[in-house]
Every structure is written in C-alpha cells, then in structure tokens.
C-alpha cells in the first residue's frame, strides 16, 4: 500500500490578498479592504506587529464607518447648501458675537433641548449660521431637518388632506434638531397655525428647533395673527431659548462691493 506523503500546493500570496480583499468587501467591511489594499503597495505591513497591523485595519473601518453615518446624516437633513462653521466671517459688522457662536457650537443647547433665534435683515447670513450649526450637528451624530417653513408647512398642510400628517410629523418629532428657515416670511393661514402649533407642542423641552426670521422676536405675536394661538406657539418656543439677532447689510452686498 503506498502512501502519498505529499503536502498540498501553497496558496500564492497574491491569491491569498485577493481572497481576503474579496471577503472584506462581502463582508462590507470597506474601510478595512481600501486599508489592506494599500497596504499592499507600502511597507506598513513590514513595519508593523501583526496586531498593529489588525489595530490599523480596524481603526480604518471604523473612521470609514463613522464617516458614512454622518453623510447619511447631511444628507437627509436636507440642507439647502453647505455651511461651516469654520468658514463663518466674524469681520464683518453685523453684531455677530464670536464667543456667542463657540457656546452654540458645542451643541450643548441640544443636549438640553433649548431652541435658538436667529434674527435680522435679508442677507445677513442668518440662514448660513442655522445650516453650519446643522452641520455641526450631523458630524456630531444629530439627526437634523432643515426646512423652509412655508414649504414646510405647505407640503404638511397637503399630507393633511391625504390622512398622512402624523406620519410627517413624527418624522420631523424624531429628529433632535429642527432648522425653520425663513420662519413668518410669509404670513401663516389657520391650519398652518395650527400646524406650527402641533410642531412646538411635539418638540417643548424634548427636542432642539433653531428659527430664522427677518422679523424680531418681538413681531412675532403679530405675525401669527390669532391671539390665542400665539401664545401657545411663543410660550414654549421662546422660553428660555438662545438668541442671535444680526444687523446691517447684505453680506452678499458687501462681498461684492468688495469685487
């Protein structure tokens, strides 16, 4: 009887990378795959213990990971455009506090379910701070809407005609950061008052709601128009919350003055 003593063929390196490539990428492990495949045309295997190596592979995966939640969280907040923080001119004259703007930054008035105004003429960049205070929030893992609140309000205003209302609201109640852009731009009809009524209800002291609005604070009891409803808007969204009350001219005036 003859025995074969003969061992099986190795796996070529080159196929055993393939392999692994091939199950990171089933296994959606993206960050780590484009990790090793980089790997592979470097010294960073060479210069690194093997659990160094699986150190790195994992902290890749992991960056990746967290980058793709919060561009899963920009995009469905929806933003009209992008806005940072970083980029915000405290040069210009329009009353903008910079220390102000740091404290809102940590996003504590979140965590504490505060609102915030942002209040001025048109062009003064009130709508700018909102979205990068949004996008502060995503990179930080907040869900966050940003809408106009006349399109806002109008398309809620149609899913009540077709019985789907709650539905919408419960999307807007879920989010911990709501952005009203442009909030009395246009004067408010009964069921929106209501509508708006049902929002800061669904959101007092829970949830974050940062306003825009050319008109003051002060103009606000007048521009909701019924008495009765105002004060139920006012008494939960104004209490207590932050304030930002821009001045001056456009800021798209002034830069292109500057040109």
Not at 11 to 30: Q, Y
Not at 31 to 41: I, N, P, V
Not at 123 to 150: D, I, N, Q
Not at 184 to 202: P, S, T, Y
Request: hydrophobic share 40%.
């Amino acid at each position: 009887m003859q025995t074969n003593n003969s061992t099986a063929p190795a796996v070529p390196e080159k196929d055993r990378n393939t392999v692994s490539l091939d199950l990171m990428n089933r296994m959606r492990l993206h960050g780590m795959a484009q990790a090793f495949r980089e790997s592979l045309t470097s010294t960073t295997p060479e210069a690194l213990t093997p659990d160094a190596f699986l150190a790195m592979l994992l902290a890749r995966e992991w960056d990746y990971r967290s980058d793709a939640a919060i561009q899963r969280l920009i995009k469905s907040a929806n933003f009209r455009y992008n806005a940072y923080l970083e980029q915000v001119d405290y040069s210009l004259n329009r009353g903008l506090d910079r220390n102000q703007m740091e404290r809102l930054a940590s996003l504590e008035f979140i965590e504490k379910g505060k609102n915030l105004f942002i209040t001025g003429p048109a062009g003064t960049g009130k709508s700018y701070l909102a979205t990068a205070l949004g996008y502060e929030a995503c990179k930080k893992g907040v869900r966050t809407c940003y809408a106009s609140a006349s399109k806002l309000l109008g398309s809620l205003k149609v899913a009540k005609a077709k019985g789907t209302v709650e539905t919408e609201l419960k999307k807007i109640e879920r989010c911990p950061l709501l952005i009203l852009d442009d909030l009395f731009l246009v004067a408010l009809d009964v069921k929106e008052r209501g509508l708006l009524v049902e929002i800061v209800e669904d959101r007092h002291d829970r949830k974050s709601t940062i306003v825009t609005s050319q008109l003051s604070s002060d103009d606000w009891y007048e521009a909701i128009g019924d008495p009765t409803v105002a004060d139920a808007i006012l008494d939960r969204l104004v209490h207590g919350a932050h304030q930002i009350e821009l001045t001056g001219e456009s800021v798209r005036k002034i830069k292109a003055s500057k040109k």
